[in-house]
Structures are given as structure tokens and as C-alpha cells.
């Protein structure tokens, strides 16, 4: 857990919550904003070297400003050039870097800033980087605030911004896995957040396809990996969640599926890949399912040696693990009439009579 933790602070709620949903950072912005009355919070995401957008956010800007901006004052604001300087890890407020007889002979100031009640106090904190992208979280202050209300929101910012990193890297690996919004092939693998006693917090829509196969829920609703190796390493995991001695970050079981923890970043402010209490009532742990590594390899020798399409090759394997028509279609998101024709042309094409004889004659033959 981040020493500079907040305790019970409802941002960082907001924060945990925009890690696993993209939508949760406009709840964000606008909370922080309700810190500062009259102050506007917006997140801005930028790859580099082009400093290429990737995510804006913004909080209660009035419309036709935001238009405004996103028409014009965007291409003549005199901070963004500046945010690519910010030091990671530390709030900076405007005039450190931008001086205020400089910024009032400006056409933004004048024609932008000014209007909105004077918000010509900017404070902006850097996230640690995952690859060559960052995000800048910035609070418009107005300038009758004056620097005590900077100095404060500078000082919240550089403790908010080990949980901004933090989000900001398990929204990356949602981004980079494509599981937002269920778009996970069964095969895919998915993410799920525990607590410390393993019971089950949240899935996306990738992992919940898994449920029977990689992993159970007990009926108090705990998470049971079914590969006994894989439940010890996870029930390590929980261990070290509360400072235990520290643990491989991945584990892959028999079957091939690989599960592993969130990483860490490289900075002092990142010591473990736990979601900490300070924010939950018990610490959140986020595990990451992979596909099994063997499994194309594998698909590839049924369709080569059976004459499979792809689908069918998939259906002998779901077949021969046992599963049933019906689960087969949920795990596939296939109707059942597709699935029982597969199952069919599987049977014709393998010279099997029965459903059983699917995983004897994959037995006999794996490669």
C-alpha cells in the first residue's frame, strides 16, 4: 500500500473503480472538483513521442467552452507544451513554469480562461508511465482562490497520484487484454478482483466465460481455481496482500492456463500490485487469466488431422473436457443448434459414435 495512503478517501474509490471502468474517470474529475468549489478537473492521456491523445476527460466545463476548446483554444493552450515536462510523481502548479505576466498576454487567458471565472491556476501531477503512455490530471483553480487553495490542491494531488498510476496500470492491461465490454473470445482469458479471503469482487465478462473450467465459486461465493496447484499459489497471494513474504507473480496449472497478478510499477510509490484497504474494507487483488499456451497448437493438429474447421476443432476440445452442449454454446456465445450441427460434423469427421469417444481418440493421438 502506498504510504501516502488516504483513509477512507472516496477518490480513491473513484479511482480503483475507473481502473476497471472507463467511465468511472469522468466520476472522478467530478468528485475532485467537488474538493475545490468553482475549480474545473479534467485527465488528459498522451503517447509519446507525438504526444498523440488517447483519453480526455473532462468535468463540469461549461459545453460551449469544451466545444471551444476542442474546436480552437486547444491548439494556442500555453500548458500543454508544458505537461510533457511535468516530473512524474509530483504536482506542479502553473507558475512554476508558466509565469503570470506571460500567461495574461495570451489569447487562451483572455479569450478562455478569463470568461470561466478566471481559472488561470493550474495544478498537474504526471502518472508513471506504462510504455510510452501517461495520463495528466490537472484542477483549474480560480485566481481569487489564490495560492492557498493551489498549495492545497497540490498537496492532494501528490497523494493521489500513487493511486492515479496505479488505476491507470490495471486500465492498461484492461485496454490491452480488449476485455472491456465482453469483447473476449472464450479462449481469451479475463480479469477478476478478489478480496484477501478470495471471495469474488468483480469478473469481466472474459473471466466469467471460464467459470467451470478454469475456476468454481464456492456457495459462499469464494473463488476455487480447479488446478490445486493454482488455488495454493492464490491463496499465497491473499497471504502477501497482507504483507506476507512475497510470491512468483504468475502460476500456470496442467491444463495450461496461466494466471498472474497485476504487476507493479517500477516506482517507490508502487511496492505491490494490491489494490490496498485503505480504500476497501479488505484489500483487493486483481488476477489476470491467459489463455493456455499450448491450446493453438493444439487446434491446429485437430484441424490438420480430422479435416476441422477452426469452430469445429474448438468444439471437439470443449467435447472431449466434458462439457455440455449447452455449455459449450455459452462458453462459444453460439446458439444451440450451431453448436449441436458442430458437434455432429465432429463425430462424422472423427469416426467416433459417441461423445466419450471424443476424448478417447484425443487421448490416444495429442500431440
Not at 35 to 62: N, Q, T, W
Not at 67 to 95: C, D, K, T
Not at 284 to 295: G, K
Amino acid at each position: 500500500m502506498p504510504s501516502s495512503a488516504l483513509p477512507e478517501d472516496p477518490l480513491i474509490a473513484h479511482l480503483h473503480r475507473a481502473a476497471l471502468d472507463r467511465a468511472g474517470w469522468q466520476d472522478f474529475v467530478l468528485a475532485l472538483e467537488q474538493r475545490f468549489g468553482g475549480a474545473k478537473a479534467s485527465i488528459h492521456g498522451a503517447a509519446r513521442p507525438s504526444d498523440a491523445p488517447f483519453l480526455s476527460v473532462a468535468g463540469s466545463f461549461d459545453p460551449a467552452f469544451t466545444q471551444s476548446y476542442l474546436a480552437h483554444y486547444h491548439r494556442i493552450n500555453p500548458f500543454m507544451p508544458l505537461s510533457a515536462a511535468i516530473p512524474q510523481g509530483r504536482a506542479r502548479v502553473s507558475p512554476m513554469d508558466l509565469p503570470d505576466e506571460v500567461l495574461r498576454r495570451t489569447e487562451f487567458y483572455n479569450d478562455w480562461l478569463r470568461p470561466q471565472e478566471d481559472l488561470s491556476i493550474a495544478v498537474a501531477v504526471k502518472s508513471r508511465p506504462q510504455g510510452n503512455r501517461s495520463l495528466v490530471l490537472s484542477l483549474n483553480i480560480r485566481r481569487r482562490d489564490g495560492d492557498r487553495a493551489a498549495l492545497r490542491a497540490q498537496r492532494l494531488l501528490d497523494r493521489l497520484e500513487p493511486h492515479l498510476s496505479h488505476a491507470f496500470q490495471v486500465a492498461e492491461i484492461v485496454s490491452a487484454l480488449s476485455l472491456h465490454g465482453g469483447q473476449a473470445g472464450a479462449g481469451d482469458g479475463g480479469l477478476m478482483m478478489v478480496d484477501d479471503g478470495l471471495s469474488l469482487v468483480w469478473a469481466d465478462a472474459g473471466a466469467t466465460l471460464q467459470e467451470g473450467r478454469v475456476f468454481r465459486l464456492d456457495p459462499f461465493n469464494r473463488l476455487m481455481f480447479l488446478d490445486g496447484a493454482v488455488q495454493d499459489w492464490a491463496r499465497a497471494a491473499c497471504r502477501a496482500s497482507g504483507g506476507a513474504k512475497p510470491l512468483a507473480r504468475a502460476v500456470q496449472g496442467a491444463d495450461g492456463w496461466q494466471v498472474r497478478l497485476v504487476q507493479p510499477g517500477d516506482g517507490p510509490g508502487l511496492p505491490s500490485p494490491f489494490f490496498g484497504g485503505h480504500c476497501f474494507a479488505r484489500p483487493r487483488i486483481l488476477f489476470v487469466l491467459s489463455r493456455p499456451v499450448e491450446a493453438p497448437s493444439r487446434l491446429s493438429h485437430l484441424q490438420s488431422r480430422f479435416d476441422l474447421t477452426p469452430a469445429e476443432a474448438e468444439v471437439a476440445a470443449a467435447v472431449a473436457e466434458g462439457l455440455s452442449t449447452a455449455e459449450i454454446a455459452r462458453t462459444r456465445q453460439a446458439s444451440l443448434h450451431t453448436v449441436r450441427n458442430q458437434i455432429r460434423s465432429v463425430l462424422a469427421k472423427m469416426d467416433a459414435r459417441h461423445r466419450i469417444d471424443v476424448a478417447r481418440i484425443l487421448a490416444q493421438g495429442r500431440p
